[in-house]
């Protein structure tokens, strides 16, 4: 879930409500993956809690190519086509 939802940061910013939709998952579930991203420092939010855009953190920005291949690489040990 963490790899799908980091995957859709790289893409653009979304609040809770707009990555719960796209992943087809619980926004609760989505909550949670995203204060375990925020605390280890890939990701960062802004705005108030609800309705707060989420961002890839500027570490994962600078090396997205880097970070594009490692999500590459877990996916496809994963099995995971997304």
Known sequence: MRLCI??????RPANVNQLAKELN???RTVLHHL???EKNGLIRSEGPRYG?????????????????????KLNEASGDSR
């Open 6 to 11: 980091m995957r859709k940061l790289m893409e």
């Open 25 to 27: 998952v619980n926004y």
């Open 35 to 37: 204060e375990i991203l």
């Open 52 to 72: 707060a855009l989420y961002f890839v953190s500027d570490i994962v920005d600078a090396n997205s190519d880097w970070f594009k291949n490692v999500l590459g």
